[in-house]
């Protein structure tokens, strides 16, 4: 049975006009589906009772199912384990405003910021030496209605929790990063076909949602395309092609001028700057020779770069080049971001959430490795004494 989570509200009203029924149904629908966020037809009260049975015998209302939730006691981010419908799982984490803050946003704005990074795939192919997902190798894609569920099951698990505290608040989440397992521009239609739901139908605004991509070179064209308004990152991590080859393979196809051309391509359509994530490994990308070539390419194209501490991945057990990789120390770290900053580069140091639960970037693969000294029962995640409060 065709499970209608994923439609969007031109499709749902074209599914209800093939049904019989009047296109506006398909608009009740979208609004039951996205801003309601049910799981039930009978929950659809102003959709009459013999469209409801029609619906129920026709087409699924099919969540993804929260099957584990590890919550870090260092800054209240929470990682979800889903269980999809073939019993493949993914991982998305949930980062209070205090653990990813923005230099683009106001202390108030931040304040109230709940951040949701989100799943593509059940696995990756491209192998990035750094990355845990990449150890898993490569599953399938997730489908529309998967990648938007991870924030209707979250939003719904937020709302429970306040329920059974008593509290008033009316937290959900206002900002969605396509950072979690897989590459999003290897699912490209069912990653855009979610930010356009999430923009209609969840109410994330366009400018709140960040796709992250390794550097599908052709892929960053067809979204500069798009017309989609969500803003692009880019995995950079080197400017020599031999460094970044070793990190990253996929730059065996997309060398590092093809993806800067791409990039430049992105901004004279779109004049959004990109943002340039760089995970600092130590000896490999934090010399005097990558601090002028990151000058270099900020003076030639505009564009943030978002420094990363690396957190380790030893406990997929990787082997190889992956295994000997190292974070920069700390002083040498702070030396670096200041002479970009010296150089005028617009730099954003990215904290590390969720490093005590396997949470923070490039740590995300599923499993029962997953500790369970972290793990609460879910309605005491978030809320507990003296945790941040989710406003």
Request: hydrophobic share 35%.
């Amino acid at each position: 049975m065709q499970n209608i989570f994923g439609l969007t509200q031109s499709e749902l009203r074209q599914f209800v006009v093939e049904m019989g029924e009047e296109p506006y149904r398909g608009n009740q629908l979208f609004h039951w589906l996205y801003h309601q966020g049910v799981s039930s037809y009978d929950e659809m009260v102003n959709i009459g009772k013999s469209l409801r049975e029609k619906l129920e015998a026709t087409v699924g209302l099919r969540h993804c199912k929260i099957v584990s939730s590890q919550y870090s006691s260092s800054d209240g981010t929470t990682k979800f384990l889903f269980q999809l419908h073939d019993s493949a799982c993914i991982e998305s984490v949930l980062i209070p405003s205090q653990s990813f803050e923005s230099e683009d946003e106001s202390p108030v704005t931040q304040r109230k910021r709940l951040t949701l990074c989100i799943s593509t795939q059940v696995g990756c192919a491209l192998d990035c030496q750094f990355c845990a997902t990449g150890t898993m190798g490569f599953k399938r894609n997730l489908t529309t209605g998967e990648i938007v569920d991870q924030v209707l099951m979250i939003n719904q698990f937020i709302r429970e929790q306040h329920n059974a505290t008593g509290t008033s608040s009316t937290s959900r989440i206002t900002n969605v990063v396509f950072m979690g397992m897989g590459e999003p521009l290897l699912n490209f239609d069912n990653v855009l076909k979610s930010v356009e739901i999430f923009t209609t139908g969840i109410e994330v605004a366009a400018r709140h949602i960040t796709i992250s991509t390794a550097g599908i070179a052709e892929n960053i064209i067809r979204f500069a395309d798009s017309g989609c308004r969500a803003k692009l990152a880019i995995s950079l991590h080197s400017l020599n092609n031999s460094i970044r080859e070793r990190l990253m393979p996929i730059t065996k196809k997309y060398s590092v001028e093809k993806l800067l051309e791409s990039a430049a391509y992105y901004y004279s359509k779109t004049k959004e700057r990109i943002t340039f994530e760089y995970i600092l490994f130590d000896g490999v990308n934090d010399t005097e020779n990558d601090i002028r070539q990151l000058t270099q390419l900020a003076r030639r194209l505009p564009c943030k770069v978002n420094i990363i501490p690396f957190h380790s991945i030893t406990f997929t057990g990787i082997t190889g080049y992956g295994a000997s990789l190292r974070p920069t120390p700390a002083p040498r770290m702070e030396t670096f971001i200041e002479r970009l900053r010296e150089a005028y580069v617009s730099v954003f140091v990215r904290s590390s959430a969720g490093d005590d639960i396997q949470a923070a970037c490039g740590q995300l693969a599923f499993g029962e490795r997953l500790s369970r000294q972290h793990r609460l029962p879910p309605r005491q995640l978030l809320f507990q004494e003296k945790t941040p409060t989710l406003l």
